[in-house]
């Protein structure tokens, strides 16, 4: 299954964007969600995570700013990107998870977020 992220461009700081993920198909025993990203030469990291249940945690980095939502049952979900900073330039990618933690469907591509200064 693959993941899609998309809604990725590039902004001026202080700019919002929203990102969304939709799987290939459909997929069963969704519990949580997540976004992360990776910026040029760095690893990627763990953005925001959501569970089905509506438990939801953010990276230091991000907190205040970005908002993770979605549906599991649509195999969907969105992060609301306010008050975006250059260093929030990355590709953003999404995943789902399992109630075992395991990852459901395959990375993708990502989507590209450039913000400038």
Known sequence: VQLQAS??????AGGSLRLSCAASEN???IAAMAWYRQAP??????VAYMTTGGSK???????GRFSI???????IMYMQMNDLKP??????????FD??????GSWGQGTLV???S
């Open 41 to 46: 030469g760095k690893e990627r990291e763990s």
């Open 57 to 63: 945690n953010y990276a230091d980095f991000v907190e």
């Open 114 to 116: 450039t913000v400038s």
């Open 69 to 75: 939502s979605g549906d599991s049952a649509k195999n």
């Open 7 to 12: 809604g990725g461009g590039l902004v001026q």
């Open 27 to 29: 997929m069963a025993g």
């Open 99 to 104: 109630n075992h933690g395991q990852p459901l």
């Open 87 to 96: 260093e929030d330039t990355a590709v953003y990618y999404c995943t789902f």
